[in-house]
């Protein structure tokens, strides 16, 4: 009987480990996630959904009358500033202009507070695809697993809508142009996820 132990111990090794991987290998808690924001060197880029709540923030500071957004309306002093905020700096990368660009507006600021729409990611175990739509536009892309840990993403393809207001289009330009390699994926419980590379972090919960 003794004899027969060594098989079965590196059956079982075996069969867990390829178990663990299977389990991992496309068999979240659900496939569906909300994409909420992306980290680039060490700055943060929200998607839709945090884009809505910090429009709004702004908003109800302008109401309160602690920040004047007159200036917003003279281009001269639109080129002047970094931000459309009399007085203030950008305190969220979201809402900087790309160069050249005009600092946001506050019809701009209106247009995101009302948009309900969130930034989407979805797996396809089937089909080996991810899906969804960072800004206004839908992406999708090939992966495969290298190991348990670790995902491949490729074949990225990307529609041509204009987006508005532009720091949509800024999220989804940045998300897009690196959406690719090889990430390090990180469980957080069963309601959020991170995948990682050297690149970019892309942070994604249950929607």
Request: some cysteine; glycine content about 6%; hydrophobic content about 40%.
């Amino acid at each position: 009987m003794s004899r027969f132990l060594p098989f079965f111990s590196v059956f079982v090794v075996i069969f867990s480990g390829c178990s663990l991987l299977n389990i991992f290998q496309g068999n979240f808690d659900h496939n569906e996630w909300e994409l909420e924001k992306i980290v680039i060197e060490n700055k943060e880029y929200k998607g839709l959904r945090e884009m809505k709540n910090k429009a709004l923030e702004m908003l109800s500071v302008k109401d309160s009358g602690d920040i004047s957004f007159d200036a917003l309306d003279a281009k001269e002093e639109q080129q002047e500033k970094k931000s459309g905020l009399k007085g203030e700096k950008f305190d969220d990368e979201s809402f900087a202009p790309y160069e050249g660009q005009t600092p946001i507006s506050v019809s701009e600021l209106q247009e995101l507070a009302q948009n309900d729409d969130i930034s989407t990611w979805s797996f396809d175990p089937a089909q080996n695809k991810i899906y969804g739509v960072a800004g206004c536009n839908h992406y999708s892309a090939d992966y495969t697993w290298r190991d348990a840990d670790n995902i491949e993403i490729y074949g990225v393809n990307v529609t041509r809508k204009l987006c508005t207001p532009f720091v949509v289009m800024n999220f989804e330009m940045r998300f897009s142009r690196l959406l690719k390699g090889v990430f390090f994926v990180e469980k957080k419980g069963k309601n959020a996820m991170i995948l990682r590379n050297k690149d970019v972090m892309i942070y994604l919960k249950n929607k």
